[in-house]
């Protein structure tokens, strides 16, 4: 991936690692959606899924913030992520072994899809 976006990028070096981290931020977010996803082996409860249905919000603006850039959707890419800490903080202990898992890995989906719009950010600067 690097050699690939050193050949391809034009612009400055510290841009090129910017994009080579976003790489690996998305990398590593598809790898908490398969741990999620993977571990599962009861249905999760109707709050999991909303939480589930919040962290695919997050992913929508972090798409739409990467093709037209907007602070506003950052903030709220933020202020989501925020909610959804405290969110799953009270749901957790309430639950299995194996949703509480779930809910581990949809908190760190969000928080890597704040660390990659930060990324986007930093990009538009």
Do not use: W
């Not at 790489?23 to 009861?42: H, M, P, Q, W, Y």
């Not at 639950?95 to 949809?106: D, G, I, T």
């Amino acid at each position: 991936c690097m050699r690939v976006l050193n050949k391809q990028c034009l612009e400055s070096q510290q841009k090129t690692l910017l994009y080579f981290n976003i790489v690996n931020l998305l990398e590593s977010l598809g790898d908490d959606f398969t741990r999620a996803f993977k571990n599962i082996s009861k249905p999760v409860s109707k709050e999991s899924l909303v939480v589930f249905e919040s962290v695919s919000d997050l992913i929508k603006d972090l798409h739409f913030l990467f093709y037209s850039f907007n602070q506003e959707k950052l903030l709220k890419i933020r202020t989501n992520r925020d909610l959804l800490r405290k969110q799953i903080a009270v749901l957790m202990p309430k639950k299995s072994v194996n949703e509480a898992q779930f809910l581990h890995f949809m908190r760190s989906a969000a928080e890597l899809i704040d660390l990659i719009s930060r990324s986007f950010l930093i990009l538009k600067i």
